[in-house]
C-alpha cells in the first residue's frame, strides 16, 4: 500500500529506462552489421565492420555503468530496481556475445557460404527490433497487450533460431567430412543457441514484470 501511495506523490523517473532503449537500439544496429561482415569479401573492410560492432559494445558498456550508478539515486521507478538491473544485465550480456560473434565471423572467415548464417543474422535483427519495441512499452506499462504480443514474437524468433541450430548442424554433417568445417560450424552454431537463451531469459523478465504489476 505505502508503495502505491508513493507512485503517486512522487514521479516516476524514466531516464534510467532511456539507457535500456539506447542499448536496444545499439544491439539492432550490430545485428546489421554482423549482416555486413559476413557479406564482405574484402577483409579490411570486414575487420572494419566488425570494429564497429566492438565500439557500439563498449558504448553499451558505459550506458550500462550510467544506469547501475544512477540506479541508487533514484527513489521510485516504474518498477523495481531488481527489474531494471536484471533487464541491463541481460542486455550487456547480449552485446558481449554479438561483440565475440563478430570477431569469430572475422577470424573464421565466416560468409554465406556458411550454411544458415544468413537466416540466423535475419532473425537476430528481427529479434532485437522487438525486444527494442517491448523495452520502450515496459516505460510506461500501459499496452499490456501489445507487450504480450511482442514477447509471442520474440519467443517465436527464439525457437526458430535453436530449430536451424540443430538442423543447420545436421546438414553440415551431411555435406562435409572436414573436422576443421564442422569445428567453425558448431561454434558458430553455439554462438546462436547462447544469443537465443539469453533472448529467452530477457523475455521471461518483461513477462514478470507485466504479472507483478497486473
Known amino acids: 500500500m505505502a508503495k502505491s501511495i508513493l507512485k503517486f506523490l512522487i514521479p516516476s523517473n524514466h531516464s534510467l529506462l532511456g539507457f535500456l532503449n539506447e542499448e536496444c537500439d545499439n544491439l539492432h544496429s550490430m545485428s546489421l552489421l554482423l549482416h555486413a561482415v559476413i557479406h564482405e569479401d574484402v577483409a579490411a573492410k570486414k575487420h572494419e565492420y566488425v570494429s564497429k560492432i566492438t565500439h557500439i559494445h563498449h558504448e553499451n558498456q558505459q550506458l550500462n555503468r550510467k544506469l547501475f550508478q544512477q540506479l541508487s539515486d533514484n527513489l521510485i521507478l516504474p518498477f523495481d530496481r531488481e527489474d531494471v538491473f536484471n ?35 535475419e532473425l537476430l535483427e528481427k529479434s532485437f527490433e522487438t525486444i527494442a519495441k517491448i523495452i520502450s512499452l515496459l516505460d510506461s506499462l500501459k499496452k499490456r497487450k501489445e507487450i504480450i504480443e511482442l514477447t509471442l514474437d520474440l519467443q517465436e524468433f527464439c525457437k526458430k533460431i535453436d530449430q536451424l541450430c540443430d538442423t543447420e548442424l545436421l546438414q553440415t554433417f551431411e555435406i562435409t567430412d572436414d573436422v576443421r568445417v564442422i569445428l567453425i560450424n558448431f561454434e558458430t552454431y553455439e554462438f546462436f543457441a547462447s544469443i537465443s537463451k539469453k533472448m529467452r531469459q530477457l523475455n521471461l523478465l518483461a513477462e514478470g514484470i507485466l504479472v507483478k504489476y497486473s
Open 87 to 121: 533487464l541491463a544485465a541481460n542486455l550487456k550480456s547480449l552485446s558481449a556475445k554479438l561483440d565475440s560473434l563478430g570477431r569469430h565471423c572475422e577470424l573464421y572467415n565466416c560468409g554465406p557460404h556458411t550454411i544458415g548464417l544468413e537466416k540466423h543474422i
